[in-house]
């Protein structure tokens, strides 16, 4: 089994639409996560920190359940610009190192 | 903001040769680095752990002889591809934390993209 697993998509979604993406990670001591967005051919970038309570940034909301070990995202009024792949990321306990999931690639059309 | 600056963006090599791939962090000092490779339309796959003047720390499955890494500095870490394969043409992306930030996010290089012919 995968450290962190994801629904590869592709999610196609016009313009406006609200979409959701789901993780799973396997390892229940992991410490920190994250949503980072990649572009094609470009390194990954942050695109938030998820917290325990919940957070919200603009039109991307994540939430995180610790007991089902199981992280979302939420995009409302989705852009054109959204169009990338979303990469769930966990660190593990201890250390500094991020895992990454394979990632979730979303299309926005108009 | 913090910058990581990864050389070169793209390289082509035979098969055979060695190829370094450079990664700098421009405005902070990290004591630890992270190497990891990406293939097409996989995730990211850490390979290993760069530490400012000791050895790197390898993930399983990953050649330490193959892929030699160097921290000589708090602000440059090196990785060689030796006697590269065309199996090893992949992205590959360091990143770096700034050590005197607690919780400072990864800061990624722009990654540089490696095809052996």
């Known amino acids: 089994r995968k450290e962190v697993e994801q629904d590869p998509g592709p999610f196609n979604v016009p313009e406006g639409a609200t979409v959701a993406f789901n993780c799973t990670y396997s390892?229940?001591?992991?410490?920190?996560f994250f949503w980072y967005r990649q572009d094609c051919r470009k390194e990954p970038k942050l695109l938030m920190s998820?917290?325990?309570s919940g957070n919200e940034d603009g039109r991307f909301t994540a939430q995180l359940n610790r007991a089902s070990q199981y992280i979302s995202l939420l995009i409302r009024d989705s852009k054109l610009s959204d169009s990338a792949t979303y990469l769930c990321?966990?660190?593990?306990?201890?250390?500094?190192?991020?895992?990454f999931g394979a990632g979730t690639r979303l299309a926005v059309h108009p | 903001g913090a910058v990581v600056s990864q050389h070169p963006s793209w390289v082509i090599c035979k098969s055979g040769t060695s190829v370094k791939i450079e990664c700098r962090s421009l405005d902070f000092q990290a004591t630890t680095m992270f190497w990891y490779r990406q293939f097409p339309k996989q995730s990211l796959m850490l390979m290993a752990t760069s530490n400012e003047g000791s050895k790197a720390t390898y993930e399983q499955g990953v050649e330490k002889d193959k892929f030699l890494i160097n921290h000589a500095s708090l602000t440059l870490s090196t990785l060689t591809v030796t006697s590269a394969h065309p199996e090893d043409s992949s992205f590959y992306i360091c990143?770096?934390?700034?050590?005197?930030?607690?919780?400072?996010?990864?800061?990624f290089g722009n990654g540089t993209r490696l095809t052996v012919t």
């Open positions: 390892n229940s001591a992991s410490q920190s």
């Open positions: 998820v917290y325990s």
């Open positions: 990321v966990v660190r593990r306990p201890g250390y500094n190192k991020l895992i």
């Open positions: 990143s770096a934390r700034d050590r005197d930030l607690d919780n400072s996010p990864l800061h």
